[in-house]
Antibody
């Protein structure tokens, strides 16, 4: 079975940093592009970033580019998201999602909550 | 991101048909996916490539896409279909994904 498990969320101070992880099991991780999607409390889904199988194609939502950095380690079956210069607007549940093909996110993790507050 | 607009809410009686729209510039030129999110749960893919149902998704879910509007139709709506639904599209011109604002389906 495909499983995606996010971790690394928690309380962060404004201006601070946080590194999220997504552990993938049950499939050939290196064969799939991966994505991060976030959801602020009571709000809709917001796509954050996409990374291709070999990390040679990386895309970000424009408002987040420069503050967030996505990476992956295929040897460890892991996806990462480095968050920096955090603000209250970054408070959200962050999901990792497997990209079956373009525009098809077929499996999602349970999410990890990031709270930015002083 | 690519802007996609959905109605905030749709109400339907059990057994009736719920229709959820998603509008975006030249959306018919792109593939659209739809996700269901029940309260407190992660999103689940219910329609991909405008009209394809993943394995395990009931036949009552169907989709279409033309012009500037994509549509998710739930036929014979059941109480367990009560959830938020989000559309999604990839804008290849600026290399970003867009999600719709979401539609809350209430089965009354």
């Amino acid at each position: 079975d495909v499983h995606l498990v996010e971790s690394g969320g928690g309380l962060a101070r404004p201006g601070g940093s946080l590194r999220l992880s997504c552990a993938a099991t049950g499939f050939a991780f290196s064969n799939y592009s991966m994505n991060w999607v976030r959801q602020s409390p009571g709000k809709g889904l917001e796509w954050v970033s996409s990374i291709s199988t070999s990390s040679d194609h990386i895309y970000y939502a424009r408002p987040l580019k420069g503050r967030f950095t996505v990476s992956r380690d295929n040897a460890k079956n892991a996806l990462y998201l480095q968050l920096s210069r955090l603000s209250a607007e970054d408070t959200a549940v962050y999901y990792c999602a497997r990209e079956l093909r373009v525009n098809v996110f077929d499996f999602w993790g349970q999410g990890t909550l990031v709270t930015v507050s002083s | 991101s690519y802007e996609l607009t959905q109605p905030p809410s749709v109400s339907v009686s059990p057994g009736q048909t719920a229709i959820i729209t998603c509008s975006g510039d030249r959306l018919g030129d792109k593939y659209v996916s739809w996700y269901q999110q029940r309260p407190g749960q992660s999103p689940v893919l219910v329609i991909s490539d405008d009209r394809k149902r993943p394995s395990g998704i009931p036949e009552r879910f169907s989709g279409s896409n033309s012009g500037n509007t994509a549509t998710l139709t739930i036929s014979g709506t059941q109480a367990l279909d009560e959830a938020d639904y989000f559309c999604q599209a990839w804008d290849s011109s600026v290399l970003v994904y867009g999600f719709g604002s979401g539609t809350k389906v209430s089965v009354l």
